[in-house]
């Protein structure tokens, strides 16, 4: 019987053509654009995503306090509170994976006849495990290097090919940073950029000792700018920060009213919001979209309220040869959800295919998810139903006298 | 041929309109037994209608007992009703109510439908009840493409596909001219013979002719009840 009658919506649907694909194409547009809208807005979570994944996760970083020369006051970062042997006993909390002291600046590079501005980031192995960032080529530099001052680099993806020919190794060379000559021994694995918009593989690391003397040049030996610590997890975080502040405060002997002498600035909460960004725009976008397809299933409604008051008769001579209520009800729901879902599968196709235009023309991160087809899908046919419900119920309560006498 | 397949005692039907109860049907007795061929006659606002809707399942009583081949159907729910009207009634009407957009075929099968008929015996059985009407060369046709005639033909066909026990005509010649509506009798006539029950309201005394019992309402009453033992042979006076 639902075979039939699916049969005979099929034949409802196509006697009045330019009707139902007008009642299709609100259910097309509200489809199509849920779904492109949905595809931009996890496209955008994606590539945020990506950016903070890059960035390393459950990151904190120290900063030292500023410094206050003759009234002038300087920014953070700049002061010389921060010592190595703070970043050595923030290594021995509980729940802190790796620890990292930095001290990083720009520079000109030199190599050969090509010269070139980064960022130096002089620093000990560790900081490459804590930002979970990989060596393409060659081989990180060891503790020992560190001790030592050895005169070796690490250089980013942009740092090689602004300095090397295409094709030429790296490996091996020498380059020079503010006269001090660095033999690369490694190359670095492509990050992009960051949450900022820095390119993160215009970077060259160092070892922080050698840093310090060759290149920067530190006043008070031993102090640093800023310590980079990595969490256990992300649950760890806020106890980790509590106790870093106390370990630093009783290192840095300050009083119980005094100001710390440092900034804890917490990397993960920056990631996070921008991922919650990303999700509520994502969300908005949906939502607009959703009421396009609200607006779909009222269209669908309309057409059917109107389509049962046209096939009035129709119904009365049905229900005289014997169907019965729930049989009309059946026969018009099942019209309402052909459409809904015929539109629906239109609408699927536009939105996939604009969502791929719109990667092929804007370069915009585009992800179509099953999750969202899904949805998409389960939706339309659910509008089928809701705003098929009342026109159907009202055909099918039709009195069949009334019915049959109806002109 | 004594048992009934209409009984209906005291049964009546009121309406509820702007000026109170109005009491369409005021308490009718009345016994068709399988076999019978009766024509209900009467003006118009005589009840006759209201009286065919009940027995047709239609609508129900509000008072008084109607029972269909032997079961009470005066307070049956809707879709017990329309099974009955699915199985055991086979409705022809004055303006013929085809669907506009099937075919012949699917119009007679459409009954079948909702007796839950695979599509495939469907097919055949309206394609064997469009024969015995005569109209088989028609079956993918559209209702508008044949004469009224013969649309009232495959409404038959519509109504007998079930094998009901009962036919109710309601005025099925009275959008027919006469020498069509002559040849609609006559296969009236035939069902009859083949044992069919067959309930027809006329208000055409040429009509009601055909059949071997006349029911005579009037002011919500039956007012005469006459049978004749045969039916006088299907030969019109000519139309003045």
Known sequence: ?407 | MNEAVIRVAGLGKSYVTAAGLFPALKGVDLSIARGEFVAIMGPSGSGKSTFMNLLGCLDTPTFGDYFLTGRNVAHMGNDELAVLRNRTIGFVFQGFNLLPRMSLEDNVALPLVYAGVAREARRAKGREMLARVGLESYAMSLPARISGGQQQRVAIARALINRPPLILADEPTGNLDSHTSEEIMALFGELNDEGITIVLVTHEADIAAHAKRQVRFFDGLIVSDVRHDRAPPARMPAPC
């Open chain 1, 1 to 407: 019987m639902l075979a039939a009658m699916l049969g005979e919506a099929w034949h409802a649907m196509g006697c009045n053509r330019m009707r139902t694909a007008l009642t299709m194409l609100g259910m097309v547009i509200g489809v199509g654009s849920v779904v492109l809208m949905m595809a931009i807005g996890q496209g955008a979570q994606y590539a945020v995503a990506q950016t903070i994944s890059t960035m390393g996760s459950n990151l904190y970083v120290i900063i030292a306090g500023s410094t206050q020369t003759s009234g002038v006051r300087s920014g953070g970062g700049f002061g010389f509170t921060l010592r190595v042997a703070d970043a050595d006993a923030i290594a021995e909390l509980d729940d802190v994976t790796y620890v990292a002291p930095v001290h990083q600046g720009t520079q000109q590079l030199v190599y050969g006849a090509k010269n070139w501005s980064s960022v130096v980031v002089g620093t000990t192995p560790e900081y490459l495990d804590a930002r979970a960032w990989s060596v393409a080529s060659g081989h990180s530099f060891g503790e020992s290097d560190v001790r030592s001052a050895t005169r070796v680099a690490l250089i980013g993806k942009t740092v090689v090919e602004n300095l090397f020919e295409p094709g030429e190794d790296p490996l091996g060379k020498t380059i020079r940073v503010r006269q001090t000559p660095f033999v690369v021994v490694g190359t670095l694995g492509a990050k992009g950029q960051n949450l900022d918009g820095r390119d993160q593989d215009d970077t060259i690391i160092v070892p922080l000792s050698t840093a310090q003397r060759k290149v920067f040049g530190v006043p008070f030996a031993g102090s640093v700018r800023s310590i980079i610590v990595q969490a256990a997890s992300a649950e760890a975080m806020p106890s980790v920060e509590k106790s870093i502040t106390a370990l630093l405060r009783q290192r840095h002997r300050l009083r119980d009213d005094a100001d710390n002498d440092f900034y804890i600035r917490n990397l993960a909460a920056a990631a996070d919001s921008a991922a919650e960004t990303t999700r509520v725009m994502s969300l908005l976008l949906g939502a607009i979209a959703s009421v396009s397809l609200l607006v779909g299933g009222i269209g669908i409604m309309n057409i059917m309220l109107v389509s049962v008051t046209e096939r009035t008769r129709e119904i009365g001579i049905r229900m005289a040869i014997g169907a019965r209520q729930k049989d009309i009800l059946t026969q018009f729901l099942l019209e309402a959800v052909m459409i809904s879902i015929a539109g629906c599968l239109i609408g699927l196709m536009l939105g996939i295919g604009g969502a791929l235009l719109t990667n092929t023309i804007t370069d915009m991160v585009i992800v179509i998810s099953g999750g969202s087809v899904l949805v998409a899908f389960t939706v339309a046919a659910g509008v089928g139903v809701f705003f098929g419900f009342y026109p159907a119920r009202k055909a099918a309560a039709l009195d069949p006298i009334e019915a049959l006498r109806y002109q």
